[in-house]
């Protein structure tokens, strides 16, 4: 998983106060209810690269498992921090 930064983005991933998560459950989430889906979800070790001079990558992996068959898996690029 991996937040990407052009020259041309006005975003930029912050590893102090951004999070690349993912979470794999049975529950439906939606904007009603993402407060409790970030709480439930797995923060996903970030490294931060130079993919050329203007441009940035966060990376992070993580294992894909649903040991009880969950339907959804959720990624979650967190910004709002």
């Known amino acids: 998983m991996e937040a990407y930064k052009s020259f041309d983005n ?12 993912y979470l794999v459950t049975d529950t439906v989430y939606n904007e009603f209810n993402s407060d409790d889906m970030l709480l439930q979800a797995n923060d996903i070790e970030t490294f931060l690269q130079d993919a050329s001079e ?12 649903r040991p009880n068959k969950e339907k ?9 921090s």
């Open 10 to 21: 006005t975003v930029s991933f912050d590893s102090n106060n951004n999070n690349l998560m």
């Open 54 to 65: 203007n441009e940035k990558l966060a990376r992070g992996k993580f294992v894909f498992d």
């Open 72 to 80: 959804f898996l959720y990624l979650i690029w967190d910004y709002s």
